[in-house]
């Protein structure tokens, strides 16, 4: 039902409740088993145990236990049947080094998934307050928790509203619902009935559970409890909301399916031509032939997959998380870290957000001029400014700054760190901050100073029927009544004015104050005006208020605004130039939207479109689909509408980050790619729901975060370009040994793996990721705010990576295998043979780590600026010669030592594919940029 267009005795009817007496215990126990606790329920969380199978799911993951089988099989067969105990013990530390890979990178998966959001936990721990109920004809305070429909309650300044209510009674009450509507303004309540199509901002009889009273106090009756509150169809909107995959998790998913479904043919094929080739050659298969095979298939398994890639992945993110932290953005989901490189779309809450929160008095008209005010937030440090650029003179203001505070029961007050902190309604402290800059101050004018006495005689508080406030005051002997509120109210009231120190007809001013408040009204400044009037002593003592709040001098007008914080502007055209769009998503009035956006440059122009939650409920999802990607200002919207205007660009394949401060915008950050929080001001259920948190609460963080963003996406890709090369060449290594050894080479037999398997796992995960994770500490390579986003969608591979990939992975694989025959056709053993061609592999890829890190050739870089990388490559080279002279990894990994000379060769001779491939890249690219100067130069001409 909607409550608010209804009126109070239909509603007391409707919930059998009494307006006298509220609820009797017996009833309130029975709706309370009808409805429950007055709490939001939590999504059932998956069981730990479930998470952890899940994270075995992982295609990577699927090959390795696959190959962890068969070397167990081999190692069984060993043991039991053909009595080779070296060569099962070998098995057996291939299955351990696998086992050991899988567990660490289904450790890594769990943590993640155990440290996801807690938003709703958050949500129902804000509810732990009391209330204070009419039951059984006595006023009770009572748990929130055991509120149900139908009860009567009561609240004052500084309660919290547990429930929704329908006010039945309210006494100057105002209520801040900044957390559900995006308005930074306390909202003035009434009691009558409302239009059914009034939204739920402008709902002024009724107060939402999660509110707070600022002013007033009020009596309401209970319509709704628990998830049947706003606040609790957000928190369901919550629990329906999929947590989101970013695109570096879509990329990598689908090249590890990509990965194990090559894999899994590859292993087929090699077994089958191996298989196929034993039965030829010798007529049937043996045991210890197939034993043979299956350790090749081991090893390219093992190959096939670049096993090292999640640990260095979570790595090179902790890595980039760590470099927002130091920026003051604090991640809590490391693959977010990478989101905010290829984002496209950020939709940002204006109060809090892009505005301070902080209603602040920027301009005001007085004796008949318009001063521009400078300073920022509630320091009351700040210099008022003629519009006109004329001489400014404090006694063209000074009574108008005295009845502003004079009229009025706000203050601000100092903290232990000397910030200035406000105390009572937002626009009341607004005017008691303007005064306190001219030295105005409510306290000290009331001091008995002898040569002025100024006493409050009689208050007559704002309220929304009259829409004014009136204070009496005497002044040495004289009596005034001093009067503000809304000027279209007040100006009716008002016969004369002050102008240029004059007091004139209003008649003749008219046309001043006009064209003022049109002028504040265009840039969406809320104005208040303010007049006095001198009495009678009697009319002080025992006229109403509406005999006073008539035949008003006029003083002045104020505009007042949520005012943008300044440095939001500058990183607003910096995403602009980023090809980042920035789009306000706001519940505030859609004039103040629109002024705001244009001040911060969100857009070009005051007639830009701006579509409001009305307009959103009229519209299809076809009609707003043609409409979102042009649109930058939402105005008057639900959390329901903001969800729907991310879904509607997410339908269009963009990337969105969200950000924002209060509750209302909780839904809108989970359904977002990546949501930002404010850390200071925004509320726990904000922060728990996003995946970035804004420790300064600065919009300037997210440009940085964005630039950050980019820039570890380009590590990514580094690392994986070298990953990925290495995979291509321990595959071709040892597919070139099954395919073209068809017959014993020395001591090297047809069926002997180029590489064990041993080999490959300590190429890939020491000398190979190692140098991957350093390059994680790598700077920007160029500006990478002056390029587009990424395409989310685009594969990883894309943009000439697989080419590359392929062609020096290709040349390094073919490197190996002719190390290792080479090495048999000398006469080495098997261990030697197997060892030369690790060896090549290893500094074959630690060579090429440094052509990697560049989308360009290793010649553009400084080799030695990542100091890091430098120390990794040095502990691979080291620790990759020492496991050939160790006897225990001679044992393990069926390595060899060498002869010195054989070390630097192999050192050396690595190093040529690289050096090759890169330093002719660089000539073409020489070639190609003379070419492009040359008819530059042809053009102009």
């Known amino acids: 039902m909607k409550w608010y267009s209804q009126n109070a005795s239909t509603i007391l009817q409707q919930l059998d409740t009494s307006r006298i007496a509220g609820l009797d215990e017996a009833e309130a126990k029975r709706r309370l088993e009808q409805h429950g606790l007055n709490e939001l329920t939590a999504k059932e969380t998956e069981p730990a145990w479930k998470m952890l199978l899940k994270s075995f799911k992982e295609p990577l993951i699927v090959i390795l236990l696959i190959a962890t089988g068969l070397a167990l099989a081999s190692a069984a067969y060993d043991f039991f049947v053909s009595g080779d105990q070296a060569h099962a013990m070998a098995s057996v530390y291939e299955a351990v080094a696998i086992v050991l890979i899988v567990l660490i990178n289904s450790g890594i998966t769990f943590h993640q998934t155990r440290t996801a959001q807690k938003s709703l936990d958050a949500l129902a721990d804000m509810r732990q307050h009391h209330m204070k109920v009419l039951r059984g004809s006595n006023w009770l305070s009572i748990p929130a928790d055991h509120l149900v429909p139908g009860d009567i309650v009561s609240v004052k300044s500084g309660d919290f509203i547990e429930g929704d209510l329908r006010w039945l009674k309210a006494s100057e009450l105002q209520i801040n619902e900044s957390h559900l509507t995006g308005e930074s303004d306390a909202i003035d309540k009434s009691v009558e009935p409302i239009d059914e199509e009034t939204e739920l901002g402008d709902r002024t009889n009724m107060g939402y559970s999660g509110s707070m009273v600022v002013n007033g106090n009020g009596i309401g009756v209970v319509v709704a409890t628990g998830m049947d509150t706003e606040l609790g169809k957000i928190s369901g909107l919550m629990q329906d909301i999929d947590d989101q ?185 607004s005017l008691v901050v303007l005064a306190a800059k001219q030295g105005i101050k409510r306290d000290e004018l009331l001091e008995d100073k002898g040569d002025r006495d100024i006493d409050i005689v009689r208050i007559f508080p704002f309220d929304s029927t009259r829409k004014m406030m009136t204070v009496v005051i005497k002044e040495n002997g004289r009596y005034f009544s001093l009067t503000k509120g809304a000027p279209d109210v007040i100006k009716p009231l008002t016969e004369l004015a002050l102008i240029d120190g004059q007091k004139v007809d209003i008649q003749n001013a008219s046309a001043t104050i006009e064209e003022s408040m049109l002028e504040f009204a265009n840039d969406a400044l809320r104005t208040i005006s303010i007049a006095q009037r001198e ?128 509750i209302n915008d909780a839904p809108a950050l989970k359904a977002a790619d990546i949501g930002i929080a404010m850390g200071i001001n925004g509320t726990e259920v904000t922060k728990d729901a996003a995946d970035l948190i804004l420790l300064d609460d600065q919009f300037t963080t997210i440009e940085k975060s964005v630039e950050s963003g980019r820039t570890i996406f380009a590590n990514i890709l580094n690392f994986m370009r070298h990953e990925l090369t290495t995979n291509v060449a321990e595959v071709l290594s040892l597919l070139l040994g099954v395919f073209l050894i068809t017959s014993s080479i020395g001591q090297v037999t047809e069926v002997t793996p180029t590489l064990t398997a041993l080999m490959v796992l300590w190429v890939n995960m020491v000398s190979d990721s190692l140098p991957s994770f350093a390059l994680g500490y790598d700077e920007a390579e160029s500006d990478v705010m002056k390029q587009r986003p990424r395409d989310a969608k685009q594969s990883i591979l894309a943009n000439g990576m697989l080419k590359r990939v392929l062609l020096r992975g290709g040349v390094m694989g073919g490197m190996v295998f002719a190390a290792f025959v080479w090495a048999a056709m000398q006469g080495y053993s098997v261990a030697q043979s197997q060892t030369l061609a690790f060896l090549t592999l290893v500094f074959g890829q630690l060579w090429h780590v440094y052509d990697a890190r560049s989308v360009k050739t290793l010649f553009d870089r400084n080799p030695f600026s990542n100091s890091r990388l430098t120390l990794a490559v040095g502990f691979a080279a080291t620790s990759s010669i020492l496991v050939t002279l160790m006897p225990f990894f001679n044992n393990v990994m069926g390595t060899a030592p060498l002869s010195m000379p054989m070390y630097v060769g192999i050192i050396i001779i690595s190093a040529i594919p690289t050096f090759a491939i890169s330093g002719i890249k660089k000539l073409v690219g020489m070639k190609s940029q003379t070419d492009s100067s040359q008819l530059t130069q042809l053009d102009s001409e």
């Open 535 to 662: 009495i009678t002593k009697e009319a002080a003592l025992n006229a109403s208020s509406s005999e006073l709040e008539q035949h008003l001098s006029f003083l002045g007008l104020v505009g007042i605004i949520d005012p943008p914080r300044e440095e939001v502007r500058q990183s607003v055209k910096k995403l602009t130039d980023a090809s980042v769009n920035v789009v306000m998503i706001t519940g505030d009035h859609a004039m103040t939207a629109k002024a705001i956006a244009k001040q911060l440059g969100i857009i070009q122009s005051k007639d830009a479109d701006v579509i409001t939650g009305r307009d959103l409920e009229e519209m299809s999802d076809a009609q707003l689909s043609k409409r979102v990607l042009d649109t930058r200002v939402y105005a008057r919207v639900t959390p329901e509408h903001k969800q729907r205007i991310i879904k509607q660009l997410q339908a269009h394949e963009q990337v969105v980050a969200m950000t924002g401060d209060g």
């Open 245 to 429: 995959k970013t695109p570096i998790e879509k990329s990598v998913y689908s090249l590890s399916q990509k990965l194990m479904i090559i894999a899994g043919i590859i292993i087929v094929i090699t077994i089958g031509y191996d298989l196929v080739k034993q039965l030829i050659q010798v007529g049937s298969i043996s045991m210890d032939s197939f034993g043979g095979i299956s350790a090749t298939a081991i090893a390219i398994a093992v190959a096939s997959i670049p096993d090292a890639m999640p640990v260095v992945l979570s790595i090179v993110l902790t890595i980039g998380a760590k470099m927002m932290a130091s920026q003051k953005g604090l991640v809590k989901s490391l693959s977010s870290v990478e989101t905010l490189g290829s984002t496209t779309y950020i939709a940002s809450d204006k109060t809090g957000t892009l505005t301070k929160n902080e209603m602040a008095v920027t301009r005001f008209l007085a004796n008949g001029q318009i001063y521009n005010v400078e300073g920022n937030g509630y320091t009351p440090i700040g210099d008022f400014i003629r519009a006109d650029g004329g001489d400014t003179h404090s006694a063209d203001y000074q009574r108008f700054l005295e009845v502003a505070v004079l009229n009025n029961e706000a203050e601000i007050k100092p903290d232990d760190k000397q910030n200035w902190r406000p105390f009572g309604n937002p626009t009341d402290v």
